[in-house]
């Protein structure tokens, strides 16, 4: 869906008035260890892949830069006058390239992850965002489950750059008094005081919410998506169908079975699932012959989605590369040019795919474990969300046949673990050439062009 | 799930079965001729592994039963089949008249044991819904403001193995529900034979009645349960404990819906050069006659003076024509590109009934879920249509530049429709969408231009043996 472009009001300097597409600013709220950064962040990666451009400002990060080493949890003493001073100075600073990342470099989501734990700072922020025009949408973390909160500092804080020269147990004291600096000034958004905001509060990672006056289309997919994750323990496997009639022969697209090698690899890939004893796993397809096949050597029940059908080639269908360059050069050219926005002439581009694997993203975030059987650009397509790679990577990254990975959640990112099964399989990845000109001769273009029959 | 693996460890070593394409639904399924039924597979991702007991809590004229049948709406029209099972209506067939409040007075022991049973009543054909018609998704429209009420229906969930989903409105807003009561009350059976000012004097008394023992949901009482607390009209919102998918999906429609009243116009893209010849699908321009309604188009928009119109479009050229002619901007929606027909694409039906007349009759016998090779179904549309709907819902006033099939499905889903391949979408002619009380108000704006007819009626024979010239019957005429 192409967004109207914003117009700016310049008349009123001090309150601009918000079109519906004016930028957002999202601000973390919460004490210490509940898991703010792991929020900002990956609400961050998401928006990014659903094309909105996003980026979080760790107020965190601002202060080790300005205080080069960190001492101990005095710094964040209420009383520390000089503390209070060089934090008030971070946050503003951090405000400031929040102003630039949205006025004049094309950003459109700002996410302001600091505690903002008192209604003053609060305050300071929705003045800021009044005068330059921003929507301001808060997302308040609250947990007091002892369990919950040990588990993020063993997880994302005892590696912080805060606490190199410490042992773990001098670690967890630190920033347990850290945790108590934030606790008596904390003032939680409030239904009645602050109903006049528009923000979510999640409880206890995600038993309950309250939601407040979500104002646009942005803060519901936000939200939507708040509730949708969770942090309980899982693995994502993700892999290609086995190699196909079609893969043998060049070929791109269509709707052809395995050949014998795929057969192989589908026996091995039930063998590899088995011998992982994965608990309660989900298997979904798509809808094509391909991974339908590999999956019934499985032995198990699968769920096939229409949305994991791989990337339409349009016209280009069941072509080889060769044919493709030889009856639309220029339509390879043009690919090759911007492969990720490319769309094939009565087919589909990247961008379309990512919009149609929308709600399968959002589905693995609800699901614990899962082994997704799928299809080259489809697969480039969830490894980008998973491993936060740009619209200009995404399209080359190497998905292999016969190549399990498996992703495994960790702090703020992606364990990825990369299982070759073993069975020998055509290379189906085709680079971008040196040489991306309409005016190219033939063999520039093919030059990358992988081996086949 | 264990089992699933002690079971079927004897298949791993097997032949590996040959895949078919079933031929209405094109899905591969192993073996020869085997039905959907016995596969592994499932054609569309889970909602939901039991039923589902979705129970609305709130006074009298707090939206409950507007909730409920939108909600019904939505959920049937993405292929979860649900139904509302309404107390109102129970009891206006045990006490054939409606006398006045005190029958809801909460010291009338009689009424009470009249109300007792009929609720039962209504559980017990829940649970027929369940069994008996594969129904997946139950709404209980009631009041159930005591905790001694939802504790009947949760006792009865449990043993049955329904998940329970609740749904409390709660509304404080006196100018909301009086709006309320005199849209949907005012007209209810129930007060038929009133003036208008006796039957609001004795609703009030009725809510008066339930307001004493009303016990609403509660964040620490209730914390086991699962529900969303509608705060004046969505203001705000406390939700606990989603479950599964479809409890996730009801939330985030819910908190999309709003009240204010607006219009959404539908219409198709103007006469295309090949609705001229007869041709389905295809990416071509508008025909003179098309450029000409694109033009009485954007006089009969100005004419309505709509406040903050938005134009949505399709990516599709003809659609696209169309709303350049209105002189406004307009949002693109690769989602709203008409049915993809595969191989069928830009032929007339009488090539289709020559090259593949086994498909065409196949496609007469289930239309909604017949996909063409290589191509989409009415039903692949509904689920691609879905993102447009939620933002349609989340909308005012809007007028969609779409196509055939398309506007099929968009209107299939406000009208509650279930002959939704066959609904008739003439090209040239604007529908307004008018939501009211309970539904929509539909207007239609034939803007007098001429234009083919598109609309290709069922046959009678659908039979796969049947002759060309029966196949053809319902052609429109065409160049």
């Not at chain 1, 509060?201 to 519901?220: C, E, F, T």
Request: charged share 25%.
């Amino acid at each position: 869906m192409r967004g109207a472009s914003r117009s700016k009001n310049t008349q009123d300097l001090d309150k601009r008035v918000c079109m519906t597409n004016c930028p957002t600013l999202i601000v973390t709220v919460g004490l210490p260890a509940r898991g703010k950064t792991y929020i900002s962040k990956k609400l961050t990666r998401y928006l990014n892949w659903i094309d909105v451009p996003t980026k979080e400002f760790n107020v965190g990060q601002y202060r080790r830069e300005c205080v080069k080493i960190y001492k101990s949890f005095e710094f964040f003493r209420p009383d520390n006058e000089e503390g209070l001073k060089i934090r008030k100075q971070c946050a503003l600073a951090a405000l400031n390239d929040v102003r630039q990342f949205l006025t004049d470099e094309g950003g459109q989501v700002a996410v302001f992850d600091a505690t903002n734990t008192t209604r003053e700072r609060r305050e300071t922020i929705i003045r800021f965002a009044e005068q330059n025009g921003f929507k301001v949408f808060f997302v308040e973390s609250v947990c007091e489950d002892p369990d919950v909160i040990a588990e993020n500092i063993v997880q994302v804080k005892l590696g912080s750059p805060d606490y190199t020269h410490c042992n773990t147990e001098e670690a967890v004291a630190d920033f347990m008094k850290r945790i108590k600096c934030y606790e008596n000034s904390y003032q939680p958004l409030d239904e009645e005081l602050d109903r006049d905001l528009s923000f979510i509060k999640i409880i206890d990672v995600g038993r309950r919410y309250l939601v407040n006056r979500v104002q646009d289309h942005i803060q519901s997919r936000i939200v939507y998506y708040l509730m949708n994750i969770h942090i309980t323990p899982r693995s994502i496997y993700l892999c290609r169908h086995g190699e196909s009639d079609l893969n043998i022969k060049g070929r791109i697209g269509g709707d052809s079975g395995l050949s014998a090698r795929g057969k192989e690899f589908a026996k091995a890939l039930g063998q590899f699932i088995q011998s992982q004893n994965i608990r309660d796993l989900k298997v979904w397809t798509s809808q094509m012959k391909r991974t339908i096949q590999t999956a019934e050597a499985l032995g198990v029940q699968y769920e096939q989605w229409k949305a994991l059908n791989e990337i339409d080639a349009g016209v280009c269908e069941e072509l080889m590369y060769e044919e493709i360059q030889q009856r639309y050069p220029l339509e390879f050219a043009l690919r090759d040019q911007d492969k990720y926005r490319y769309r094939y002439p009565k087919g589909e581009s990247y961008e379309d795919l990512v919009q149609r694997l929308e709600p399968v993203i959002m589905e693995l975030e609800r699901q614990e474990n899962v082994l997704v059987i799928c299809h080259q650009a489809v697969m480039r397509c969830l490894l980008a969300y998973f491993l936060d790679k740009t619209a200009e990577e995404l399209p080359y990254l190497k998905c292999t046949l016969h190549t399990v990975l498996k992703l495994t959640p960790m702090a703020y990112g992606c364990k990825v673990e990369s299982v070759c099964l073993n069975v020998d399989a055509v290379n189906t990845h085709r680079d971008r050439p040196s040489n991306v000109d309409v005016s190219r001769l033939p063999e520039e273009a093919l030059l990358t062009v992988p081996d086949h029959h | 799930m264990l089992s699933q693996f002690l079971n079927n460890t004897s298949d791993m070593s097997a032949e590996q079965k040959e895949l078919t394409q079933t031929p209405l639904l094109k899905i591969w399924v192993p073996g020869m001729g085997s039905s959907l039924g016995q596969r592994r597979g499932s054609s569309r991702p889970q909602f939901t592994n039991c039923p589902t007991m979705i129970v609305m809590v709130g006074l009298p004229a707090r939206g409950k039963t507007y909730i409920s049948k939108k909600l019904t709406r939505y959920l049937n029209w993405i292929g979860v089949p649900t139904q509302v099972f309404n107390l109102g209506q129970y009891r206006r067939e045990v006490v054939q008249t409606y006398k006045n409040y005190e029958f809801f007075r909460p010291d009338n022991e009689e009424a009470m044991k009249i109300r007792r049973a009929y609720a039962s009543n209504a559980l017990k054909d829940i649970a027929n819904y369940f069994t008996k018609e594969q129904g997946q998704v139950a709404v209980f429209d009631s009041t159930n403001t005591t905790r001694e009420r939802r504790g009947v229906i949760l006792s009865f969930a449990k043993e049955k193995g329904y998940k329970v989903f609740f749904i409390e409105s709660v509304c404080d807003d006196p100018e909301i529900i009086e709006a309320n009561t005199t849209q949907v009350k005012l007209s209810s059976p129930d007060y038929e034979n009133c003036d208008k000012e006796e039957a609001l004097v004795d609703f009030l008394k009725r809510i008066d009645c339930y307001k004493m023992s009303y016990v609403p949901l509660d964040e620490e009482k209730d914390r086991h349960l699962s529900f969303i607390k509608i705060f004046n009209v969505g203001s705000r919102y406390l939700v606990n404990r989603v479950q599964d998918h479809i409890q996730s999906r009801i939330v985030y429609y819910l908190m999309n819906i709003h009240v204010t009243p607006r219009s959404i116009y539908l219409s198709r893209h103007g006469e295309s050069e090949l609705n001229l010849l007869g041709r389905i699908g295809g990416d071509t321009g508008l025909s003179s006659q098309g450029q000409k309604y694109a033009k009485a188009l954007a006089e009969f928009i100005r004419g309505q003076s709509i406040k903050d119109l938005k134009v949505w479009t399709s990516h599709m050229k003809r659609t696209i024509q169309t709303a350049e002619a209105l002189g406004v901007p307009y949002e693109q929606w690769k989602a709203l590109n008409e049915i993809d027909a595969g191989v069928c694409e830009e032929m007339t039906y009488e090539e289709i009934q020559e090259t593949h007349p086994e498909e065409f009759a196949l496609r007469d016998q289930d239309k909604y879920r017949y996909r063409y090779p290589k191509g989409e179904s009415y039903e692949d549309l509904v689920h691609r249509l879905e993102p447009v709907i939620m933002e349609l819902e989340r909308q005012e006033n809007v007028l969609v530049i779409c196509h055939q099939a398309v506007m099929r499905c968009l209107l299939a889903y406000f009208l509650d429709k279930n002959d939704l391949p066959y609904l008739k979408c003439p090209l040239h002619t604007v529908l307004k969408l008018t939501p009211l009380a309970y539904g929509c108000k539909v207007e239609s704006f034939y803007l007098n231009i001429q234009a083919v007819n598109t609309h290709r009626d069922r046959p009678t024979n659908v039979n796969v043996a049947r002759k060309p010239e029966e196949a053809l019957q319902t052609v429109p005429e065409h160049l």
